[in-house]
């Protein structure tokens, strides 16, 4: 801001022009997060999540990986795609589902030490058994997700569930509708 010589300096003046100068600079920076929050927003929403089918509730059970070949699980690390959680709980091509018919003990909060064990045995031998080969994903009841957004299904194959398998080996329990402690 120049001044003509001679007239005394507008301190006001100067610092109204500045103080413009840097609300623009914040509206500028925040319509610029905006933007990019909206970007990514609509990326998501776009992005492509598999073709793996879940069986609806008035559907008949579709059998997923209807080829020889199999998705691999493995314990889920920071990218959750496909894999593990816990011995009730996995990923399938995305889509976050919670075994309906099971409980397993808790590795992520576990109670004591005896559960944590139990629950590391149950999660792997989850990892063997969605790794033998194809399997169905079936809605039990008439719910189908819980209050954690996953979907609630049955894991089929061969006729028989994957959760009562883990149930007569001693690594979980039947789902009675609420958590017992396992310590």
Do not use: H
Request: proline share 5%; with cysteine.
């Amino acid at each position: 801001m120049s001044e003509a010589p001679g007239e005394p300096f507008d301190f006001r003046k100067a610092l109204k022009a500045k103080k413009r100068r840097k609300w623009r600079r914040e509206i500028m920076l925040g319509f610029g997060a905006f933007s990019v929050v909206l970007a990514a927003g609509m990326l998501a929403l776009n992005w492509p999540v598999g073709n793996a089918r879940v069986a609806d509730v008035e559907q008949q059970p579709q059998t997923l990986f209807q080829q020889a070949s199999s998705p691999q699980f493995a314990i889920c690390g920071t990218v959750r795609r496909t894999c593990v959680v816990d011995g009730d709980t996995f990923w399938l091509d995305g889509n976050k589902i919670r075994i309906a018919d099971i409980d397993t003990p808790e590795i992520s909060q576990p109670r004591c030490d005896y559960e944590y064990e139990l629950g590391m045995r149950a999660t792997y031998r989850l990892v063997d058994l969605l790794n033998v080969g194809p399997f169905e994903l079936r809605t039990i009841g008439n719910r189908d997700e819980d209050q954690y957004g996953r979907k609630l299904r049955v894991v089929i194959r061969d006729g028989r569930s994957l959760g009562d398998q883990l149930v007569s080996e001693g690594l979980a329990r039947t789902w009675t509708g609420r958590r017992e402690p396992w310590c």
